[in-house]
């Protein structure tokens, strides 16, 4: 084994939740059988298999097949690609985007990769250029982005609480966030992974002309936003403008193993991106944007998001939310993040006995698993307690099992709660 530069060591280390995954993993291997609410992988939908199969049947059967995948192509995307993307954009939201503000990458992760060491770490002065979150918990696998792990910077939000309800949501500290001309560029998702949780349009503003007023890009990751995959519960509007960089992914709209990341704003930043890709890896694989554009030109892709994905995401919410009022213990301080979107419920335990990892392993021995919040808080560097008393839930599941899992949960807070 040759010994490893700072850069090989550090990236060759699993950051947040891809570490317990490993737990997880090693755990389903003993055989047991365990009620998984761990997963991050959408569920396959027939409607959404059958989608894919008939536009690759229609790639198969056209003359467009070969130029696909037997040539390189641009470095921005495929064009047909960002056309459909492009056309389906300018008439939804009424903009006037051209090609050049469009970037087709491997996947979203590789594209806050590319702009987490292109817009923030040390400038050309040495000055460091902060990556900021200005809402955590967040992705976490904005963890593993930054070259310069410390250029990651965090803020705790604001928690709304309703007790009778036992609900909460996060809000963003405005007396907190700093966004100053140290700052490399701003990042949070939109709806958010782990939490639900969706910025607000009045809030979402105010970051960006916190942002704007220091020329400071913002990254909005839209990984479960409308059109597609359109995994929003509450109603919500992109937002685009001259500092915003809208970011898609078709993972969640059924093309994980495709990896289509889409950067969506300014040509200055969209050029700079699109040479760290050539770079990289010359340029994303052309055959999934293929597929891809004809189930967004016929308009299939944001129907099927509509009427199908989100659907089935939101009755499970429903059943996880009914089951926990139902079944968790009156007296013990426990809130659900309002569910506005993505595929995740988040639920946090206040005062919690036990760290998150040890309520974790308890639940396991139940044939249970969740995955333990600490790793969704990227970025922050306080030692906050309310860090260790989260967890995020899968809605990936069936309703039985939620139901289950959710009934074997309570029971284990209940015992917790008292020092049992
Ligand atoms: N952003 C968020 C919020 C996510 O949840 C994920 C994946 O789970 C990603 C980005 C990365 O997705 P991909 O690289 O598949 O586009």
New binding site residues.
Partial sequence: MPALTQFGDQMSHLTGVRAIMKDIIETLRLGQSFINLSA?NPVILPEVEQLWRDCTTALLASEEYGTVVCRYGSSQGYEPFIAAVRDDFNQRYGLSLSDRNFLIT???????FLAANAFGGYSSTGQLKRIVLPLSP??T??GGISLIPEALTAYRPQLDLDPTAHRFKYRPDFSQLEITPDTGFVLF?R????TGNVLTDEEVTRIESLAAAQNVPVLV?S??APPYPALNYTEMSPHFGPNILH?I????AGL?GE???IAIGDEAMIQVLEAFQTNLCIHSSRYGQAIAARAIRSGALAEISEQVIRPHYQRKFAVLEATLDQQMPGSVPWYLHRGEG?IFAWLWLQELPITDWAFYQALKQCGVIIVPGSPFFPGLKDDWPHMRQCFRISLTASEADIVTALERLAQLVDRVYAGQ
């Fill in positions: 991050g491997p996947g979203s992760q590789s594209l806050y967040d992705y696998g904005y998702s709806p958010c992974n782990p990751d990984a479960y970011c992914s078709l993972s969640k994980p990896r289509i990341g993505a």
